[in-house]
């Protein structure tokens, strides 16, 4: 069964293979999913290299602080609240039924180790600054893509001032992830990449997973390879096309 939301619809199926696994599917596509037994399960490829980088920063059972640019069903902030028992986050979400939603089909934590603010996620981003978030992650869509003031080197830089000096910013890249690469690049002193090798060369279409710090990575490569579905990080890294930056109004 379909419902509306604020920006459009929101179904939830049961994985047929795992019977405790609801999907979030927003306007036809999987959104989020959530292990109804199992907090720390995550389905998607790509947030388990978002798990792998944000424990390099923050190991487990360590203090957190997370901001969420995207909430949808906030899948990786829960594994997070499970994780890292001290973790306080906000996941912000543009779409006001879905936030509302949410808390309603899954059961997330209560604040302060969750708070779900409604709201425009550069604006929320912009007022960061100073507020030394152990991590963000920007995992915000849109008709099936990023919104383009979420991408900009602008938009970059505000997630760099609003981290803590160790700080990370983890970013779920799709289409045009070289822009992008690029933007943060020139953003951030230290950006690595976790994804499939056919990902990567453009043999087919899927989630890149980047980490951007102003400190270095440690090595990865161990956790990285025992993931399992194939999947290599990215860390001697060469601009391949020009930064993006914001449209003058």
């Given at each position: 069964?379909?419902?509306?939301t604020?920006?459009g619809?929101?179904r939830?199926?049961?994985?047929?293979?795992r019977?405790?696994l609801?999907?979030?599917?927003?306007?036809?596509v999987?959104?989020?999913a959530i292990?109804?037994?199992d907090?720390?399960y995550?389905?998607?490829?790509?947030?388990?290299?978002?798990r792998?980088?944000?424990e390099?920063?923050r190991?487990?059972?360590?203090?957190?602080?997370?901001l969420?640019?995207g909430?949808?069903?906030?899948?990786l902030a829960?594994?997070?609240?499970?994780?890292?028992p001290p973790?306080?986050?906000?996941?912000?979400e543009i779409?006001?039924?879905l936030a509302?939603?949410?808390?309603?089909?899954?059961?997330?934590?209560r604040?302060?180790?969750l708070?779900?603010r409604?709201a425009e996620?550069?604006?929320v981003?912009?007022g960061?600054?100073?507020?030394?978030?152990?991590i963000?992650?920007?995992?915000?869509?849109?008709q099936?893509?990023v919104?383009?003031q979420?991408?900009?080197?602008?938009a970059a830089?505000?997630?760099r001032n609003?981290?803590a000096p160790?700080?990370?910013?983890?970013?779920n890249?799709?289409?045009?992830?070289?822009?992008e690469?690029?933007?943060l690049?020139?953003?951030?002193?230290?950006v690595?990449a976790?994804?499939d090798?056919a990902?990567?060369?453009?043999?087919?279409?899927?989630?890149?997973t980047?980490?951007?710090?102003m400190?270095?990575?440690?090595?990865?490569h161990r956790e990285v390879?025992r993931?399992?579905l194939p999947?290599?990080?990215?860390?001697d890294l060469?601009?391949s096309?020009?930064p993006l930056?914001?449209v003058?109004e």
């Amino acid at each position: 069964m379909e419902e509306m939301t604020t920006m459009g619809t929101a179904r939830i199926e049961v994985d047929p293979d795992r019977p405790s696994l609801l999907i979030l599917y927003l306007d036809g596509v999987p959104s989020s999913a959530i292990d109804l037994t199992d907090p720390e399960y995550l389905e998607f490829e790509y947030m388990q290299h978002m798990r792998i980088l944000a424990e390099a920063a923050r190991p487990r059972g360590t203090k957190m602080r997370a901001l969420h640019i995207g909430g949808a069903g906030c899948a990786l902030a829960r594994a997070f609240a499970s994780s890292h028992p001290p973790a306080h986050q906000l996941a912000v979400e543009i779409d006001a039924i879905l936030a509302h939603k949410v808390r309603e089909w899954f059961p997330l934590p209560r604040s302060p180790q969750l708070r779900i603010r409604v709201a425009e996620g550069r604006t929320v981003l912009h007022g960061q600054a100073g507020r030394n978030w152990d991590i963000i992650v920007r995992d915000a869509f849109a008709q099936g893509t990023v919104p383009y003031q979420l991408m900009t080197h602008e938009a970059a830089v505000d997630a760099r001032n609003a981290l803590a000096p160790d700080g990370v910013y983890l970013v779920n890249l799709s289409r045009h992830y070289k822009p992008e690469l690029a933007t943060l690049m020139a953003a951030f002193d230290h950006v690595v990449a976790i994804t499939d090798p056919a990902v990567w060369s453009g043999r087919r279409y899927g989630n890149i997973t980047v980490g951007a710090s102003m400190a270095p990575w440690p090595e990865m490569h161990r956790e990285v390879y025992r993931l399992p579905l194939p999947a290599r990080i990215y860390s001697d890294l060469t601009p391949s096309a020009a930064p993006l930056h914001d449209v003058p109004e």
